[in-house]
C-alpha cells in the first residue's frame, strides 16, 4: 500500500520562502514519475509541479521562477522549494504519482500573509 507523507508547510510573510518535502512508501519510486499539488479553499486541486524519473520538470505558469521541484530517489523523498511566496499560495500542499495519483496523503498546509 502506498504511503504519502507531506511535511514543511507554515505560515510565512509574502516573500518568504519553505520548502516542502513528501515521503514515499513506495516499490521502485525512482522510476515513477511525481507530482505536487495543491488545493486551495473553494477552489478545485490543481497540479503545481512534476518531475519525472528523468528530473524532467514541469510547473503550471502561476509559479514559473518561484518554485523548483526535485528528488532524492536514495530516499524516496520529493521535495518542492518555494521563493516569493504570495498570498495566492495559500493552499493544502499534497505530493502524488503523476498522472495518474494514488491514495493521497494529509497533505501539509501553506499560508502566506499578505
Known amino acids: 500500500q502506498v504511503q504519502l507523507v507531506e511535511s514543511g508547510g507554515g505560515l510565512v510573510q509574502a516573500g518568504g520562502s519553505l520548502r516542502l518535502s513528501c515521503s514515499a512508501s513506495v516499490i521502485n519510486f525512482s522510476i515513477i514519475a511525481m507530482g505536487w499539488y495543491r488545493q486551495a479553499p473553494g477552489k478545485q486541486r490543481e497540479l503545481v509541479a512534476t518531475?519525472?524519473?528523468?528530473?524532467?520538470?514541469t510547473y503550471t505558469n502561476s509559479v514559473k521562477g518561484r518554485f523548483t521541484i526535485s528528488r532524492d530517489n536514495a530516499i524516496n523523498t520529493v521535495y518542492l522549494q518555494m521563493n516569493s511566496l504570495k498570498a495566492d499560495d495559500t493552499a493544502l500542499y499534497y505530493c502524488?504519482?503523476?498522472?495518474?495519483?494514488?491514495?493521497w496523503g494529509q497533505g501539509t498546509q501553506v499560508t502566506v500573509s499578505s
Open positions: 502524488n504519482s503523476w498522472p495518474r495519483a494514488v491514495t
Open positions: 518531475i519525472t524519473n528523468g528530473g524532467t520538470t
